[in-house]
C-alpha cells in the first residue's frame, strides 16, 4: 500500500515535470523559428542596403506582410508614394509597359489603378521577388511578367504608356554633380528613349534628383512635333528622391 502511494507520486512528479519540459522546448522552438525569421531577413540587409531597410515602410507600406527585396531592389525600388502617385496620372489607363520592373515597386501601383501591366525584368530572381510583391498587394491577376531585356523585347511589345526606371549605375549615382543620360544602364537614355517611342509616345523617366534636366527634356524633340513635356520633383518626408519626367499626353485615359 505505501509502495504504490510512493510510485504515484513519483509518476504525478513525472507528469509535471514533462510538461514543464514541453513548455520549455515550446518556448525554445518559438525563439529559434524567431531568430531564423529574424536572419532570413537580415540576409538581405547588407550594410550598404541598411539605411533603406530604415525606410522600409516607405519603400512599401505593406512590409511587414512578407515583403521581399534583394539589394539592388533594396537601393532601386520607387518608394511607394512616389509610384501611387506617377500611377495615378494613368488611372483607368488600359495596358502600362514597365520596362524595368525591379522587384515591383512601379508595377504594382500601376496595376491597382491601370487595367493590365506588362512588367519586363531582366533578372529572373527579381521577377520571382516581384510577383511575390504583388501578391500580397492582390495584383498579380492584373500584371504579366516577362523575363527578358527590354531593348530586345521592344519592338514587339504594344502598351499605351511605357515606364522607363532603369538602373542609375548604382547608389554612387549621387557622386555626379550633373548626372548625363549617357549614364544610364545598360544603355544611355537616348537609346533607351528611342526604343520606348517605338511603343508609344507617353513615356514616364524616373531618373536621379541630380541629373541634367535640360537634357532630359530634350528628349522630346526626338519626336515631330515634340512631345509635350512635365517635370516632376519626387519627395517623401519632404526629402528630394527622384525626378520623373512625362512625355506625351501625361493625363491619359484609355
Ligand atoms: P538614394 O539617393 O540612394 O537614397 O535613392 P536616399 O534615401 O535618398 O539617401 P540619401 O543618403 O542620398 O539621402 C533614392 C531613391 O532613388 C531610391 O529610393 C530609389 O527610388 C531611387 N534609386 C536609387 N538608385 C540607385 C536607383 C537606380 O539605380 N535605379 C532606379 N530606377 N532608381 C534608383
Ligand atoms: N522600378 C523598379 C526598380 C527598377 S531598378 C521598382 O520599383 O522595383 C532597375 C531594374 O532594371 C533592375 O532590377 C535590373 O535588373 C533591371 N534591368 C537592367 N537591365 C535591363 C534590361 N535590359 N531589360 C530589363 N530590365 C533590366
Known sequence: MVAAKASSIV?????????????????REK????????????SNVTPLVTKYWFQRYDLFSKYDVGIKLDEEGWFSVTPEEIAASQAHRFAGAGVVIDAFAGVGGNAIQFAKVCHHVVAVEIDPKKVALASHNAKIYGVQDQIDFVVGDFFQLAP???????????????????????FTLDLLKP???????QAAQEITPNIVMYLPRNVDVLQASELSWLSSPPLDIEVEENLVRGRLKGITVYFGDSKLCV
Open 31 to 42: 525563439r529559434k523559428s524567431a531568430k531564423a525569421k529574424k536572419l532570413e531577413e537580415k
Open 156 to 178: 514587339f511589345l504594344k502598351g499605351d504608356v511605357v515606364f522607363l526606371s532603369p538602373p542609375w549605375g548604382g547608389p554612387s549615382y549621387k557622386a555626379k554633380e550633373n
Open 11 to 27: 509518476l504525478q512528479r513525472t507528469r509535471k515535470q514533462r510538461k514543464l519540459l514541453k513548455r520549455k522546448a515550446n518556448v
Open 187 to 193: 544603355k544611355d537614355g537616348h537609346s533607351l528613349f
